[in-house]
């Protein structure tokens, strides 16, 4: 072991001097600040040391570590400095005679692995908070303008995300850091103008950074007021099957280019922005398809027709969801059929299931149009198609043929299974339908009966499902609504409008069930409009009723 040695008439270091273990750097220094000894470890990684200078010249950057380490009673901490770009630990160790060792650690490796360490913990938390950010939004539009923000504040001086939509236009958003938002323009761009690019858009992999020569950038490329362009990453946003867009990271002239670890967070950023964009468009062609198909799920909306009142109203079994098992048509008179047809039923089950099945049996009865007025017919051919149906479902219904004569109105009632109608006249009666029948989809044959009446102006017929006599409430919420509490409702709509009845009857029992679950609800009303002019309010003009 090679040691230098000051002179003898300075300190000389006791035996606990820690010299003599090992090959390692150490420099022992007195309590003036003069170099006792150095070993030529610490003289290979300090050049310019030498025993028996003062440590103020040849080591200045610890001389103030040595003298105020001196003047403590207690053992002084290590200090760090970096020696011709290596990162050097210097730990003291005193001695007897106040001389102090100071053991010299080449640290440059180790603070390298911890600044990468550091790096990849802040890209990683980086990308966790981006994947938070970006799942918590299905909208398209958000997701794109999110991902455009999330990279500007993290990534690059700016950043544009360039999203393909139909007729070769593209939807970009731009944001530049410290911005407060994205902005998003619609607009056609020529992908040829900026390299990689177009491959980009496709879904090829990126080309480096620096084979992209950030003057040959088109003006579109840079947001106002950026300044000049000094490096450009561009890279693809993968989705689902096919690529989500592209993402494009600027930085400024004179900020330096993009490293190779850069551009690989900015890749693995532009996964998760493509992912969370292609799930979003997913969700909104897939909302698109479902809003398309519920449109001609749902009831449709019911007016005067052939001098005839009517009104419906519907609710489905959960808030959520907008069809179910209920529904009702008015299908107008055909060639032959002598009259209109209304239609309530109910599906047996809730929910998407059994809309769709409700859709099967309204496509059915309108190929069985030209039946209309020969009810028991029509019930049997509609009960041989579904008798014949993979789904073990069955509905009932209630038919009805409406016909205007004169004032009145001829009434021809068909029930299948179903709650026969309530027919509210004028004074204030109510009576019930004398039609019954056997549900239809759940036996081979079948049998019903048609009961025949007819509407004075100011009269209705009531049709409604079971959901509204079965909806359970009242004080303890067990009881049901029931037929003598709808009858009592009904008879107070005597003389009322058919919407205004619809609105009653539905209203009373949404009250009576109050937050209690309920089967879907459907209500029909066909009336007899007044023939008379109600008087104004100053008895001059036409009233609400007019024939």
């Given at each position: 072991?090679?040691?230098?040695?000051?002179s003898?008439?300075?300190?000389?270091?006791?035996?606990?001097?820690?010299?003599?273990?090992?090959?390692?750097?150490?420099?022992?220094?007195?309590?003036?600040?003069?170099?006792?000894?150095?070993?030529?470890?610490?003289?290979?990684?300090?050049?310019q040391?030498?025993?028996?200078e003062?440590?103020?010249?040849?080591?200045?950057?610890?001389?103030?570590?040595?003298?105020?380490?001196?003047?403590?009673?207690?053992?002084?901490?290590?200090?760090?400095?970096?020696?011709?770009?290596?990162?050097?630990?210097?730990?003291?160790?005193?001695?007897?005679?106040?001389?102090i060792?100071?053991?010299?650690?080449?640290?440059?490796?180790?603070?390298?692995?911890?600044?990468?360490?550091?790096?990849?913990?802040?890209?990683?938390?980086f990308?966790?908070?981006?994947s938070?950010a970006l799942?918590?939004?299905?909208?398209?539009?958000?997701?794109?303008e999110?991902?455009?923000?999330?990279?500007?504040?993290?990534?690059?001086?700016?950043?544009?995300?360039?999203a393909?939509?139909?007729?070769?236009?593209?939807?970009?958003?731009?944001?530049?850091?410290g911005?407060?938002?994205?902005?998003?323009?619609?607009?056609?761009?020529?992908?040829?103008?900026?390299?990689g690019?177009?491959?980009?858009?496709?879904?090829?992999?990126?080309?480096?950074?620096?084979?992209?020569?950030?003057?040959?950038?088109?003006?579109?490329?840079?947001?106002?007021?950026?300044?000049?362009?000094?490096?450009?990453?561009?890279?693809?946003l993968?989705g689902?099957?096919?690529?989500?867009?592209?993402l494009?990271?600027?930085?400024?002239?004179?900020s330096?280019?993009?490293?190779?670890?850069?551009?690989?967070?900015?890749?693995?950023?532009?996964?998760?922005?493509?992912?969370?964009m292609?799930?979003?468009?997913?969700?909104?062609?897939?909302?698109?398809?479902?809003?398309?198909?519920?449109?001609?799920?749902?009831?449709?909306?019911?007016q005067?027709?052939?001098g005839?009142?009517?009104?419906?109203?519907?609710?489905?079994?959960?808030d959520?969801?907008?069809?179910g098992?209920?529904?009702?048509?008015?299908?107008?008179?055909?060639?032959?059929s002598?009259?209109?047809?209304?239609?309530?039923?109910?599906?047996?089950?809730?929910?998407?299931?059994?809309?769709?099945f409700?859709?099967?049996?309204?496509?059915?009865?309108?190929?069985?149009?030209p039946?209309?007025?020969?009810?028991?017919?029509?019930?049997?051919?509609?009960n041989?198609?579904?008798?014949?149906?993979?789904?073990?479902?069955?509905?009932?219904?209630?038919?009805?043929?409406?016909?205007?004569?004169?004032?009145d109105?001829?009434?021809r009632?068909?029930?299948?299974?179903?709650?026969p109608?309530?027919?509210?006249?004028?004074?204030?009666?109510v009576?019930?339908?004398?039609?019954?029948g056997?549900?239809?989809?759940?036996?081979?044959?079948?049998?019903s009966?048609?009961?025949?009446?007819?509407?004075?102006?100011?009269?209705?017929?009531?049709?409604?499902?079971?959901?509204?006599?079965?909806?359970?409430?009242?004080?303890?919420g067990?009881?049901?609504?029931?037929?003598?509490r709808?009858?009592?409702?009904?008879a107070?709509?005597?003389g009322?409008?058919?919407?205004?009845?619809?609105?009653r009857?539905?209203?009373?029992?949404?009250?009576?069930?109050?937050?209690?679950?309920?089967d879907?609800?459907?209500?029909?009303?066909?009336?007899?409009?007044?023939?008379?002019?109600?008087?104004?309010?100053?008895?001059?003009?036409?009233?609400?009723?007019?024939?």
């Open positions: 072991m090679s040691v230098v040695r000051a003898a008439s300075e300190p000389t270091p006791t035996t606990d001097t820690p010299r003599d273990a090992g090959g390692a750097a150490a420099l022992t220094v007195s309590p003036s600040g003069l170099v006792l000894e150095a070993r030529q470890s610490a003289a290979a990684l300090l050049p040391l030498r025993a028996g003062p440590l103020a010249q040849v080591v200045p950057w610890l001389a103030p570590a040595h003298d105020a380490a001196c003047g403590r009673a207690e053992a002084p901490g290590p200090v760090c400095d970096v020696v011709d770009g290596r990162a050097v630990d210097a730990r003291p160790v005193r001695h007897g005679d106040g001389s060792t100071w053991w010299l650690i080449d640290v440059t490796v180790v603070r390298s692995l911890r600044d990468e360490l550091r790096l990849e913990q802040a890209r990683a938390s990308l966790a908070e981006a938070a799942l918590g939004s299905l909208n398209v539009l958000r997701c794109i999110i991902s455009a923000d999330l990279a500007a504040s993290r990534l690059a001086d700016a950043a544009l995300v360039i393909p939509e139909t007729r070769g236009r593209c939807q970009v958003a731009s944001a530049v850091t911005t407060r938002t994205a902005r998003t323009v619609l607009r056609r761009i020529d992908t040829e103008q900026l390299p690019l177009a491959e980009a858009l496709q879904g090829f992999p990126p080309v480096p950074s620096r084979w992209i020569d950030p003057a040959l950038a088109p003006a579109w490329l840079a947001p106002d007021g950026f300044g000049e362009i000094g490096s450009v990453v561009v890279t693809p993968p689902h099957g096919v690529p989500a867009g592209a494009v990271l600027l930085r400024r002239a004179g330096g280019p993009f490293s190779e670890g850069e551009e690989t967070t900015a890749r693995e950023f532009a996964t998760r922005a493509g992912l969370a292609s799930a979003a468009r997913m969700f909104a062609d897939q909302a698109s398809i479902t809003d398309t198909l519920m449109r001609e799920l749902l009831p449709p909306t019911l005067h027709l052939h005839v009142e009517f009104a419906g109203g519907y609710r489905p079994s959960q959520h969801e907008r069809v098992g209920d529904f009702y048509d008015v299908h107008p008179a055909v060639e032959g002598g009259g209109t047809l209304a239609v309530l039923g109910d599906v047996c089950g809730k929910g998407l299931e059994a809309a769709v409700t859709g099967k049996i309204r496509s059915a009865l309108q190929a069985l149009l039946l209309a007025e020969d009810h028991p017919r029509l019930l049997r051919l509609l041989d198609a579904l008798i014949t149906d993979a789904h073990a479902r069955f509905v009932t219904m209630v038919l009805a043929s409406v016909t205007r004569r004169g004032a109105i001829r009434l009632l068909t029930c299948a299974g179903h709650p109608p309530l027919i509210i006249r004028a004074d204030g009666r009576e019930e339908a004398a039609t019954h056997t549900l239809i989809g759940a036996l081979p044959s079948i049998e009966t048609t009961f025949t009446t007819a509407l004075a102006p100011g009269e209705t017929c009531l049709l409604y499902t079971d959901g509204i006599t079965e909806a359970q409430g009242g004080p303890l067990r009881d049901m609504f029931g037929e003598d709808l009858r009592r409702v009904a107070e709509c005597a009322m409008p058919a919407e205004a009845v619809v609105e009857v539905q209203m009373v029992a949404a009250q009576w069930a109050g937050r209690n679950s309920h879907d609800m459907a209500v029909m009303a066909v009336t007899a409009p007044h023939t008379h002019h109600l008087a104004a309010v100053d008895g001059r003009g036409p009233g609400r009723f007019t024939a």
